[in-house]
T-cell receptor
């Protein structure tokens, strides 16, 4: 099956700093999503981005599908950005069982005040 | 936006009892839902695919008799952990992807998760 690798595994930032989180995947994908898992375990949708670039406030993401990687940018980090960031992909078409996600191992971000 | 609701968020049960976890899609119909399990400081691992009106599809190594899945309607899937033991203690999360229609992306949404502790 498809492999998803995220780097770095851990990241410590001072509040206000910028960071880049990377997701590499081993095969072509139909769907790529970035999630933030908060301390209570809830997975928050950040971006649906199988290709191209999107921005939402201090966060932006870019996926270069032909080179099989995606980047999540966090600017002016805040302590509330702390948590685990997951990249997840789907290979198959949009419907049914083919839409199951394969997750990377996650990146643990700690933002210190 | 699409919302998936999972209940309960936390449950403690005695060894040998069964626990049912509900997953509902609140504002869209989901013919397929997914159940994941997450151990501390690890990633999400897919357990099974829940199919509305038919049997669930289990991933390799997941005991179908231990983890019973029912998807009786387009908005509800349930996971029942039968005869629970301490090793079943974990964080269980469900997801549903919005069925594609023109102009809509196929995006997965997750429930709040259920933290199961078996004592």
């Amino acid at each position: 099956g498809i492999q998803v690798e995220q780097s770095p595994p851990d990241l410590i930032l001072q509040e206000g700093a910028n960071s880049t989180l990377r997701c590499n995947f081993s095969d072509s994908v139909n769907n790529l999503q970035w999630f933030h898992q908060n301390p209570w375990g809830q997975l928050i949708n950040l971006f649906y981005i199988p290709s191209g670039t999107k921005q939402n406030g201090r966060l932006s993401a870019t996926t270069v599908a032909t080179e099989r990687y995606s980047l999540l940018y966090i600017s002016s980090s805040q302590t509330t950005d702390s948590g685990v960031y997951f990249c997840a992909v789907t290979r198959g078409p949009y419907t049914g069982a083919n839409s199951k996600l394969t997750f990377g191992k996650g990146i643990t971000l700690s933002v210190r005040p | 936006g699409a919302v998936v609701s999972q209940h309960p968020s936390r449950v403690i049960c005695k060894s040998g009892t069964s626990v049912k976890i509900e997953c509902r899609s609140l504002d869209f119909q989901a013919t397929t839902m997914f159940w994941y399990r997450q151990f501390p400081k690890q990633s999400l691992m897919l357990m099974a695919t829940s199919n509305e009106g038919s049997k669930a599809t289990y991933e390799q190594g997941v005991e179908k008799d231990k983890f019973l899945i029912n998807h009786a309607s387009l908005t509800l899937s349930t996971l029942t952990v039968t005869s629970a033991h301490p090793e079943d203690s974990s964080f269980y999360i469900c997801s549903a992807s919005r069925a594609p229609r023109q102009g809509l992306q196929s995006e997965a949404f997750f429930g709040q998760g259920t933290r199961l502790t078996v004592v």
